[in-house]
């Protein structure tokens, strides 16, 4: 079935570090692809998506690439920032048995040190 | 424009006990997804409805029932509670879940505590 698989966490980073993490997936068809984040306290919200193969999605310095080839869409960001802080779930979105369906992977906190 | 709102945002309950919560998604979004986020399992999903119709079911026993009213407000019902149903419970709403395009809209959750 759809699956989506992401980096275990947690990461810790200096401020102003690269940020990398990795997200790969499993979907038959066409699926669209997403990154939210989570703030400690609050509800998932959406960071940026990408909804066909090569695209890239972008917001507040993340981005990421959806990459049909290796079934993969990274996150990445270059210099981050302590306001980062947070719990990111890469998810895809996939017409599946004649039904739409939202998968979300397992979450990687990331923390950010000053 | 009013985010999603879940309601209570904290619940103490004992086992054995039911619990009742309730989501209001945006306004003219039809849909409603529910999760449950603990730390060793991650986000998992619950249910989908859809114009008060189940169209998606996750993997959680009968104890965990849901419906939706003709104003797109759902509610969950968890009977019989057990220590492991501790989590927070998410709601997310989206406009259009007839594409793989939708984006979901979460609310805050509500913390459940069973002891």
């Given amino acids: 079935g759809d699956s989506v698989t992401q980096m275990e966490g947690p990461v810790t980073l200096s401020e102003e570090a690269f940020l990398t993490i990795n997200c790969t997936y499993t979907a038959t068809g066409y699926p669209s692809l997403f990154w939210y984040v989570q703030y400690p306290g609050e509800g998932l919200q959406l960071l940026l998506k990408a909804t066909k193969a090569d695209d890239k999605g972008s917001n507040k310095g993340f981005e990421a690439t959806y990459r049909k080839e290796t079934t993969s869409f990274h996150l990445e960001k270059g210099s981050v920032q302590v306001s980062d802080s947070a719990v990111y779930f890469c998810a895809l979105s996939a017409l599946t048995s004649g039904t739409y369906k939202y998968i979300f992977g397992t979450g990687t906190r990331l923390k950010v040190l000053a | ?115």
């Fill in chain 2, 1 to 115: 424009k009013a985010g999603v709102t879940q309601t209570p945002r904290y619940l103490i309950k004992t086992r054995g006990q039911q619990v009742t919560l309730s989501c209001s998604p945006i306004s003219g979004h039809r849909s409603v997804s529910w999760y449950q986020q603990t730390p060793g399992q991650g986000l998992q999903f619950l249910f989908e409805y859809f114009s008060e119709t189940q169209r998606n079911k996750g993997n959680f026993p009968g104890r965990f029932s849901g419906r939706q009213f003709s104003n797109s407000r759902s509610e969950m019902n968890v009977s019989t509670l057990e220590l492991g149903d501790s989590a927070l419970y998410l709601c997310a709403s989206s406009l259009d879940p007839t594409t793989t395009t939708n984006e979901q809209f979460f609310g805050p959750g509500t913390r459940l505590t069973v002891l």
